[in-house]
DNA sequence: CAACGTCATTCGGTCTTCTGAACGGTTAAT
DNA sequence: ATTAACCGTTCAGAAGACCGAATGACGTTG
């Protein structure tokens, strides 16, 4: 008895239990499809059933969460709608990207994203779909591991290998046959990308999609990067190189109606 | 003492505490434009400073809100990305919205909704926009009041006078000097809709825009429909009645893919 | 320069939530 | 029909969060 409970006061209590359980809960119904009765989620949260069911129950009270007319199982409420789009609203990049996005995807007629660096992922924060058929499936606040996607190698090519090598979670996970999983390979090609100006994925994160992407000179906040991807056989070395320029000029181009905001 | 005890036992705590301030943190910050300190936030909430302290670190030691640089103003962070888009996806009319709103929006080429109707508010899902300069405000997420929308009346017009009496919040909520506030006049407006099929708003919640709508037949959860705005000086009623037609269409050609996707 | 306003933050006693086991309901298989 | 395996739900003891006042750290104003 003792021991736990001296353990447990060791460390502060910095997490108020039930509030970190409701953005589990979030995180949870926002990445799984969806659909979870409450057995599967306390089963995945590790929690007990009867104490996720009383902040389930104040979650649906307030449309947070919605019950299947059976009553045993939960998916994402309306209000949940609010947040993702206030977030972009609220955000400089987010907000002024969208022309410039349209303009790269007319230009390319591929799949292009803007992203940011969290931690040791990419933040997809808007996306323009390609106008062929075989695209690229992604969406707005899904996250990839940043060593696997060309928009992650595009930022983290902007610290030195000492400050890659403390950011990411080694060792480092593989999503492909083709993931690059090798410390130094990825310092190599990140210390190629930033010689160069942008970055590359060859079917890392999926296979058989190539992704190009080049990082917007505004270090705030952890960086932002625009990216253009496409499948292999559309995108050649030839038409990386081409693409890439492109998406430079687009990430120049953003960049400069970031400063003009940020000196008002 | 006791009496204070007995009171809290008599009814159940059927919320959990923390758990509702933690969505209440999101609304509020989704809501208003961001950027509020733990202060106004504890004002806004009616809650102590102490207590929302320990919840604001919970949330953001996770990333679902940000602390300025400053250390003193919070907004919505990076995680809270995730759940309106997910929402979406895992929607079957929101998915399938998709093409027959950029159908309607190309045959009109006006502002374009989908909304649902969620308690007394109608939350849009999803927009195209206007390829006129002078355009309509709205973003998914956002809520205005039914029975200031064409949306709303749209729905609305679905229930008889009796179910909308018990579903509005009376008196009703005056947005523009055109919101209908008068119960007879409403029951009536939606009556007419019921009967022609359509429903219009003339500058009942923003001064100058008109707006027709349709609903869904689905009754599916209580009612989504389509709309679509302009301003007053591009929708005569000769012209109204003309997008009517169009997003009758429309409205009818997404129910007929809702069927089939109902039926497997 | 000092006094003030505002801000986030800490601390211990009290009250709430959390928990694990038991309950009643429904569906599926035997 | 009977069993079994889920589901959500309840309850009282135990653990932890909540609260108000006091503190420290700013930046601003007189």
Redesign the pocket.
């Known amino acids: ?1 003792e021991s ?2 001296a353990a ?2 060791g460390r ?2 910095e ?7 409701v953005l589990e809960v979030l995180e949870l119904l926002g990445a799984e499809g969806a659909r ?8 995945a949260m590790a ?11 104040t979650m649906e009270a307030r449309r947070w969460v919605d ?1 299947d007319p ?5 998916s994402l409420g309306l209000k949940a709608l609010l947040t993702g789009t206030a977030y972009l609203e609220g955000d400089d990049v987010a907000s002024l990207a969208g022309p410039v996005l349209d303009a790269l995807a007319e230009e390319t007629g591929e799949s292009v994203h803007l992203g940011r660096l969290d931690g040791t992922d990419v933040v997809y924060l808007a996306k323009r779909e390609s106008r062929h058929a075989l695209r690229m499936y992604s969406a707005v606040g899904r996250r990839l591991p940043a060593h696997a996607t060309a928009l992650g190698k595009a930022m983290l090519s902007q610290y030195d290998a000492a400050e890659v090598r403390m950011r990411l979670n080694w060792p480092l996970e593989r999503l492909t046959p083709d993931t690059v999983t090798d410390p130094e390979a990825l310092l190599g090609q990140l210390a190629e990308a930033r010689l160069r100006g942008w970055a590359m994925d060859d079917g890392e994160n999926s296979p058989d999609i190539r992704c190009v992407a080049v990082a917007l000179g505004t270090g705030q906040g952890g960086g932002d990067a625009i990216s253009c991807s496409a499948p292999k056989s559309r995108m050649d070395d030839a038409r990386a190189e081409e693409v890439a320029r492109a998406v430079t000029e687009a990430a120049h181009s953003l960049g400069t109606l970031l400063k003009r905001l940020g000196q008002h």
Do not use: D, F, N, Q
Not at 15 to 21: F, N, P, Y
Not at 36 to 43: D, I, Q, R, V
Not at 47 to 57: E, F, G, Q, Y
């Open positions: 008895m736990v409970a447990a006061r502060r209590p997490e108020v239990k039930s509030a970190a359980r979870l009765s409450l057995a599967e989620m306390a089963g929690v007990p059933k009867s104490s996720l069911h009383a902040i389930l129950r019950l059976s009553g045993t199982r939960y």
